[in-house]
């Protein structure tokens, strides 16, 4: 997608207010004077990190909404409605870490060889069950394909070796991951 700086500049912002609008029991703000680029639908992720551990994680498979209003949502849902995790309490914004992927659309496998480790993240589906794991997922954890792929088998509801199975359908994607830089300080940094 190639985002200018202002422009993975203004999702982070968006994200960011919106989470804190829902703090203060107010509505996420009004998006006014979106860039072209953001207006264009895409499926996305918002991933929450803090102190170095995941705090929360909800996304957006399909393109249906515009990034803009995606990330808005999903920032918003990752932080107060992951089941993983209670609500974002105000004390732990000030250490929130915002990181988002905008997915590109999804590629059924054919041979599980089309499968890079680092560059794809999976998805995979078999009748009611899905799981999908984004692909900074296996780099961070240092899994092999196979691996990769149990994984997010397991993520699905599945037993691990499930991807096997002539009914499971799995698909490659790629993510444009986007991290939040660091607030700019004035001041001592405190410890």
């Known amino acids: 997608m190639n985002l200018s700086s202002s422009e993975k500049t203004r999702l982070f912002q968006v994200a960011r207010e919106s989470i804190q609008a829902r703090l203060r029991g107010e509505r996420p703000p009004v998006l006014k004077d979106i860039p072209a680029k953001l207006k264009q639908p895409r499926g996305v992720f918002v991933s929450l990190h803090r102190r170095g551990s995941l705090r929360g994680c909800i996304g957006c498979l399909e393109p249906v909404k515009p990034l803009i209003d995606a990330v808005q949502e999903m920032a918003v849902s990752a932080a107060f409605n992951d089941p993983r995790f209670g609500p974002l309490r105000p004390e732990e914004l000030a250490d929130l870490d915002i990181e988002i992927s905008i997915l590109t659309p999804f590629k059924r496998v054919e041979k599980i060889e089309e499968i890079e ?75």
């Open 117 to 191: 480790v680092g560059r794809h993240g999976l998805y995979l589906e078999q009748g009611y069950c899905r799981g999908l794991l984004l692909p900074q997922v296996a780099t961070e954890w240092k899994w092999d394909r196979l691996t990769f792929l149990a994984q997010t088998s397991c993520k699905a509801g599945l037993p691990p070796d499930a991807w096997r199975d002539p009914a499971t359908r799995i698909y490659i994607f790629s993510a444009e991951i986007l991290s939040e830089p660091p607030p700019k300080s004035g001041g001592v940094a405190k410890e």
